[in-house]
């Protein structure tokens, strides 16, 4: 059973910076692409950026793209989502996920099987 654990969120003023941390549990952390998504009140859950389990892939939506960078760090068992430049449409509960089934980077949220509890990040204008 894989276990996920979100975390670095909180409020930030626009313009503003946070990095998003999500801790793993299990040794075999290395084969997974991860995931990043996020849902604000009302909407949909959606897909932010994905990485590979190499590190070598990733791919970032085009709302997010330029301004947030997902990475990893696979002897930490940790993967992270860097957020510059901040706006308040970005206030959203943020998740990360694990698609444990390999292959092509996914960026439904149907082609994750593993999700964290979330962090709330607030971007105030």
């Known amino acids: 059973q894989l276990q996920l654990v979100e975390s670095g969120g909180g409020l930030v003023q626009a313009g503003g910076s946070l990095r998003l941390s999500c801790a793993a549990s299990?040794?075999?952390?290395?084969?997974?692409?991860m995931g990043w998504f996020r849902q604000a009140p009302g909407k949909e859950r959606e897909f932010l950026a994905a990485?590979?389990?190499?590190?070598?892939?990733?791919t970032h939506a085009d709302s997010v793209k330029g301004r947030f960078t997902i990475s990893r760090v696979n002897a930490k068992n940790t993967v992270y989502l860097q957020m510059n430049s901040l706006k308040p449409e970005d206030t959203a509960v943020y998740y990360c996920?694990?698609?444990?089934?390999?292959?092509?980077?996914?960026?439904?949220?149907?082609?994750?099987?593993?999700w964290g509890p979330g962090t709330q990040v607030t971007v105030s204008s």
């Open positions: 990485i590979s389990g190499s590190g070598l892939s990733t």
């Open positions: 996920a694990a698609d444990t089934d390999g292959g092509n980077l996914r960026v439904g949220v149907r082609g994750y099987d593993y």
């Open positions: 299990g040794r075999t952390f290395s084969r997974y692409t």
